[in-house]
């Protein structure tokens, strides 16, 4: 395992055990933003997870299942972010709801493209280097 590799699980398991933490002080609080920070914490080990699993991958169709999981889980931290941010500064604009709005729906477009969708038409293997994910026309 690479030290990068090692490194990245390293800090994701010491930010979900943080965000559980997080998570149990919102159930003695109900403060929204306690709520929204843990979901995006999740959401950024689960990213990491995949992310890890894509490297280990040694099959192509392994290697493409991964890849997509890993688009579809990253695809969802800039919404949980600015979820994060909306509950945590308390700003209640028009303008932030709309931006969340286009957030979601945006988001849910790029996961479902690359979940089901032709977005990452075929990984390439190679013993010497990083995989090479290529992309389809959903791109």
């Known amino acids: 395992m690479e030290t990068v590799q090692t490194l990245l699980i390293i800090a994701s398991v010491i930010n979900v055990s943080l965000a559980f933490v997080v998570f149990i002080a919102y159930l003695q609080t109900k403060k929204n933003f306690l709520i929204s920070f843990s979901i995006f914490v999740l959401n950024l080990f689960i990213w990491v997870i995949t992310m890890y699993n894509f490297r280990l991958s040694n099959t192509v169709d392994e290697a493409k299942i991964w890849a997509k999981l890993l688009y579809t889980s990253a695809s969802f931290i800039p919404f949980f972010f600015l979820l994060f941010v909306q509950n945590f500064s308390k700003l209640q604009t028009h303008k932030l709801k709309v931006i969340l709005l286009f957030c979601s729906i945006s988001s849910t477009t790029f996961a ?11 990984v390439v293997l190679d013993d010497t280097k990083e995989k090479v994910i290529n992309f389809g026309n959903s791109y």
Request: net charge negative; hydrophobic share 55%.
């Open 112 to 122: 479902l493209l690359s979940l089901f969708g032709d977005l990452i038409e075929s």
